[in-house]
């Protein structure tokens, strides 16, 4: 038996990577199951179309955009028509309302899922004719128009970046990544869109942050040069030993996955990958949600996220030095509320959601 199945999403890891992982689920379905999988990706991919490629999808891009949508429309007319799917996942973002458009036009089953607290426009549009509803955050419920009950799940994480037995190490982590296992280490991750105002705010603040504390900083590819030069002004004002308590790099992929192990705390936007992600490996986090993200749905996971205990909220306008440095020393300092966190963080994990996701996909085929 042959399944065609299309996906479609934005053009960020926040939206790629949950895809990715529902991606590995299937082809182990139809691995164990005797299916002929073939997989396509038609929408905006960013800066991730090899990557998706990677995975065994073929990949096709649509306009967005503006003036651009109705082109893109019709571009997802054209690829829908000659790839036929027998069902499209989407989760939402820039270039997936033209495609679910266009599998609606040839009366193809949609299934959406909704990664955020609060869903985009694409999504809020595609849940009105799509056959399931999946959910990452209960609170995206309200926003969506009336329809059986959505089925929340979860965000799907990448498999190969969870943690397996005998790789919850954290000294060893700790050493492999070149840190003193002794002492705490902060992870600050920018997440796939970087985080400028993050990035000059540790540098900054790099002197006292590391009198508390080792810092591993994922800075973004973009922005890595330029943290840097920065951290090469202030290191005259660190003494040695400490400055050596400091390491920077552009972007984890893979590799993200020692980060997680080997950090005590996260520092980290709080788009639906990153808070997962966290989540995922039971770790205590402060939240820095981005100003101006699009219907303010990081401010909403973040608030979501943290009301179950996981999280410290610190909104970037409040996002002062003396009131970042004494959060951050009061939570390394206090272990019962670290391991509060770190339990409230596992339990908001839904460990089973890219399969779940998978089955969902499975069940919904024409």
Avoid at 3 to 27: C, F, H, K, W
Avoid at 49 to 58: G, L, P, S, V, Y
Avoid at 79 to 87: A, G, K, Q, S
Avoid at 188 to 199: D, W
Wanted: glycine share 8%; hydrophobic share 45%.
């Amino acid at each position: 038996m042959t399944v065609r199945i299309m996906l479609t999403g934005g053009d960020n890891g926040g939206r790629i990577y949950p895809l990715i992982a529902v991606v590995s689920e299937l082809q182990t379905i139809a691995a164990k199951d005797g299916i002929n999988l073939k997989i396509s990706y038609l929408g905006a991919f960013g800066l991730y179309k090899e990557f998706i490629k990677a995975n065994n999808i073929r990949v096709h891009s649509v306009a967005a955009g503006g003036l651009r949508g109705f082109f893109g429309f019709l571009q997802a007319l054209w690829w829908t028509y000659w790839i036929m799917p027998d069902v499209v996942l989407s989760d939402g973002g820039l270039g997936s309302f033209a495609v679910v458009l266009a599998a609606r036009f040839y009366r193809v089953p949609v299934v959406v899922h909704e990664c955020n607290a609060a869903p985009d426009a694409s999504n809020i549009s595609a849940v009105k004719s799509a056959k399931a509803v999946s959910l990452a955050f209960a609170g995206a419920a309200q926003y969506l128009p009336a329809r059986e009950k959505p089925v929340l799940i979860g965000n799907p994480v990448r498999h190969y970046i969870l943690p397996k037995l005998g790789e919850t190490d954290q000294a060893f982590a700790k050493r492999t990544l070149g840190f003193d296992s002794s002492k705490p280490l902060i992870f600050v991750n920018g997440g796939s869109q970087c985080a400028p105002s993050i990035n000059n705010f540790i540098v900054k603040n790099l002197p006292y942050v590391l009198e508390i504390a080792q810092v591993l900083h994922q800075t973004g590819r973009e922005n890595y040069e330029t943290v840097l030069n920065q951290v090469s002004q202030v290191a005259a004002d660190i003494p040695e030993d400490l400055a050596a308590g400091y390491k920077a790099v552009d972007y984890f992929e893979r590799d993200i996955k020692n980060a997680l192990i080997g950090a005590d705390v996260v520092v980290a936007r709080s788009g639906a990958g990153s808070i997962f992600e966290i989540a995922a490996f039971g770790k205590p986090s402060i939240l820095i949600p981005m100003p101006g993200s699009s219907d303010d749905h990081q401010r909403l996971n973040a608030y979501e996220y943290s009301s179950t205990g996981a999280a410290i909220v610190i909104d970037e306008e409040n996002l002062l030095s003396n009131f970042f440095i004494n959060k951050l020393q009061s939570l390394l300092a206090d272990p019962i509320k670290m391991a509060e966190m770190s339990a409230a963080a596992s339990t908001f994990y839904k460990p089973g959601a890219a399969a779940d996701l998978a089955r969902i996909v499975l069940e919904s085929k024409a």
